[in-house]
């Protein structure tokens, strides 16, 4: 079973900075794709960002221009770099990863509280 264990979280100030990391079990080039995801309180799970195995990514309107998500495939790790927070970025922050089975598999969540 696959696990995927994210890091980085934390109180920040609004403008202010963060990376997260997923580190995976095993090497994440067997996954097609990768992704963070994001839960407010109250609030339906969102995708936030997602990068290919080629390293194509994507990203939800609301992060665009300000987080930037990549991976190191030596170290079986993904990023997500944020980057002038807002406080409406608070969340739990989710890392994820599809396979070509349509498996997908979750980390345990890491929180990120962003002050005004």
């Known amino acids: 079973q696959v696990q995927l264990v994210e890091s980085g979280g934390g109180l920040v100030q609004a403008g202010g900075s963060l990376r997260l990391s997923c580190a995976a079990s095993?090497?994440?080039?067997?996954?097609?794709?990768m992704g963070w995801y994001r839960q407010a309180p109250e609030k339906q799970r969102e995708l936030v960002a997602s990068?290919?195995?080629?390293?194509?990514?994507n990203y939800a309107r609301s992060v665009k221009d300000r987080f930037t998500a990549s991976r190191d495939n030596a170290e079986n790790t993904v990023y997500l770099q944020m980057n002038s927070l807002k406080p409406e970025d608070t969340a739990v922050y989710y890392c994820?990863?599809?396979?070509?089975?349509?498996?997908?598999?979750w980390g345990q969540g890491t929180q990120v509280t962003v002050s005004s």
């Open positions: 990068i290919s195995r080629s390293g194509f990514t």
């Open positions: 994820a990863a599809f396979d070509s089975n349509y498996n997908n598999y």
């Open positions: 095993e090497s994440i080039f067997r996954f097609n794709s």
